[in-house]
């Protein structure tokens, strides 16, 4: 019988996920496989809603954000009913493994999955978040940085003409490995994540000694997370006497045509994906570490949080004097 390997985009949509879903399907047909894409992530495996990915449907996609197979936050498959209906119909369809395109909660959700389904389950890790533990890059990320800084070096032209500061709100509800990516390649005067407990005393200390040695614009990064970035900004113009303006970069950080580098991270990673299911090794999450293609178990991703690297922020710092 034909080996059926199924593929999910899930959770938030990340630039480069179709080029994984191209060589995913490219890479397993070549090998003998059928190929089902499911659709709107986790929703597609409970409703059984899946179509056949053919070397040929998959063409002329390498170049495009977002995800053919639509992808959706599904809180039925936060359920054990959800999660049982699911591997009913990977059982139902005879897939032998699946590749699940997506960042952690996607892995959380795959992690219980394999303990009701025989399939083979295989992440690639792809969110413009960047914090999936295992792989010090995913799918996206280099897109979305890439999106943010073109946003932010306009913003930039405007604060200095005006010389006002720019507090810019970046993406990133819990983790700050964009902002502060983003933050160092823009030169931010400051940049705010939620891993670091915010100082606003220093924040405005930084903002006034700027202006005082003749720098009267600046730019703050924020990831969203860090919280109310109207409030921060406002906060900013009362304590120092900067013109302040927020500026909030928002979803188009997760759209456009994926970079070089998000596409050649999504080929690379299918390629292991498909890899270990060929090898009948399932419950892995591919990842890039230390510039080599990796796998580690599914459980350590979802045990472990990718620690961000304040080395950055430091350096971000000391580069904005
Ligand atoms: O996918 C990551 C992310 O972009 C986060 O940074 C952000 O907080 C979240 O998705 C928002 O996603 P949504 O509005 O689709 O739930």
Redesign the pocket.
Request: glycine share 32%; no cysteine.
């Given at each position: 019988m034909v080996k059926t390997i199924g593929v999910v985009t899930s959770?938030?949509d990340?630039p480069g996920m179709n080029a994984a879903i191209r060589a995913v399907t490219r890479l397993a047909s070549a090998l003998g496989f059928r190929v089902l894409g499911f659709e709107r992530g986790w929703e597609g495996l409970i409703n059984n809603l899946f179509r056949l990915l053919t070397p040929r449907s998959v063409g002329g996609i390498i170049q495009l954000g977002g995800t053919i197979l639509l992808t959706s936050?599904c809180p039925e498959f936060k359920t054990w009913e959800g999660i049982r209906k699911a591997a009913d119909n990977l059982a139902a369809d005879n897939v032998d493994g699946l590749v699940v395109i997506g960042?952690e909660g996607s892995f959380r959700g795959a992690l219980e999955l394999s303990r009701e389904t025989g399939a083979l389950i295989v992440g690639v890790p792809a969110?413009?978040?960047n914090d999936v533990y295992g792989s010090d890059e995913t799918i996206g990320f280099d897109t979305a940085v890439n999106t943010a800084v073109a946003e932010i070096d306009k913003i930039r032209d405007t604060a200095i003409s005006h010389e006002r500061v720019f507090v810019v709100e970046v993406?990133?509800?819990r983790r700050g490995f964009?902002a502060a990516t983003v933050g160092l390649t823009v030169g931010a005067e400051v940049i705010l994540v939620p891993e670091v407990s915010i100082d606003m005393e220093e924040v405005f200390r930084t903002v006034k000694e700027n202006a005082a040695k003749g720098k009267r614009s600046g730019i703050i990064v924020a990831a969203?997370?860090v919280g109310d970035t109207r409030r921060i900004a406002e906060e900013i113009e009362a304590k120092t006497g900067a013109e302040v303006r927020l500026s909030i970069v928002g979803y188009a950080?997760?759209g456009g045509s994926p970079t070089a580098r998000s596409r050649l991270l999504a080929s690379l990673f299918a390629e292991e994906a498909v890899q270990l299911i060929m090898q009948g090794v399932g419950n892995r999450v591919v990842g890039l570490q230390k510039g080599l293609i990796t796998n580690i178990s599914l459980e350590e991703t979802c045990k472990n949080q990718k620690t961000l690297d304040t080395r950055l922020l430091k350096l971000a710092k000391t580069l904005a004097t």
């Open positions: 959770g938030g990340a936050r960042g969110t413009i978040d993406m990133g509800r964009l969203e997370g950080q997760r």
